[in-house]
């Protein structure tokens, strides 16, 4: 069963209460990863082997459960972000960061939709922009400081990269699982300093960036789930 955190505060629980929690999480993040956002608060209850009754008591509609989901998306990232700052090589601690990232992509079917679900979600953009774009910022600089990435790559390109990758994985998810290996190699030699040709078009501001995220959440026909 996969370890997550709520976001709120469990300490204040009797410990057979937090453990029901932590039930209850585990069991909606392999739900989540194995059948997306589809997955039904009553399989989420078996799994985690507690009533519905415990269920609504801790989280009292799925949105909340998806919220948390998230949050542990967002730790996820950081993590693999900041283990990549590590790197003594810029280029790999880079490469490493996106590969571990669309491998996520890739095992995980609820990682993408739960990301897409919150991109229009002002107050939760606001968090992953907090925690993850610095980072991916600070890979991205080294990368080029390192004169390994071509110096007119920005944040919003990676973050494209990353959409066009999660399209190629559910796309190809059934048929090559391993596909999406192939075209981020093949992008990866586009990002990179050496031979680059000169880039046709300026990248995305951040306000086009932001439209281009909502757009892409309504493409993959994604709502926000009711709050019952």
């Known amino acids: 069963m996969s370890s997550v955190s709520d976001q709120g505060d469990p300490r204040g629980l009797r410990r057979d209460a937090r453990a029901n929690r932590e039930r209850i999480l585990?069991?909606?993040a392999d739900a989540f990863a194995e059948h997306g956002l589809e997955a039904s608060v009553e399989?989420?209850?078996?799994?985690?082997d507690v009533g519905m009754g415990t269920l609504y008591r801790r989280f009292p509609h799925k949105a909340a459960l998806i919220d948390a989901i998230f949050e542990?998306?967002?730790?996820?990232?950081?993590?693999i972000a900041r283990q990549a700052l590590d790197d003594p090589d810029a280029w790999e601690g880079l490469r490493t960061f996106l590969?571990?990232?669309?491998?996520?992509?890739?095992?995980?079917?609820?990682?993408?939709?739960?990301l897409?679900?919150?991109?229009?979600?002002?107050?939760?953009i606001a968090k992953a922009r907090a925690r993850v774009t610095p980072l991916l910022g600070q890979l991205i600089q080294r990368a080029q400081a390192a004169g390994a990435l071509r110096p007119d790559i920005v944040y919003e390109d990676v973050s494209v990269l990353l959409w066009t990758s999660g399209h190629i994985v559910e796309a190809t998810r059934d048929i090559a699982p391993a596909f999406w290996q192939r075209q981020l190699a093949l992008a990866l030699d586009a990002l990179r300093a050496?031979?680059?040709?000169?880039?046709?078009?300026?990248?995305?501001?951040?306000?086009?960036?932001?439209?281009?995220?909502?757009?892409?959440?309504?493409?993959l026909h994604l709502a926000p789930p009711p709050r019952r």
């Open 26 to 28: 585990g069991a909606a």
């Open 43 to 48: 399989e989420i209850a078996r799994r985690a």
């Open 72 to 79: 542990a998306h967002l730790d996820e990232l950081a993590r």
């Open 99 to 114: 590969e571990q990232t669309v491998s996520l992509q890739a095992h995980n079917r609820g990682f993408a939709e739960i």
């Open 116 to 124: 897409a679900v919150h991109l229009r979600d002002e107050k939760l």
């Open 194 to 219: 050496t031979n680059a040709s000169p880039l046709p078009q300026p990248p995305l501001t951040t306000s086009q960036h932001q439209r281009a995220m909502e757009r892409f959440a309504e493409q």
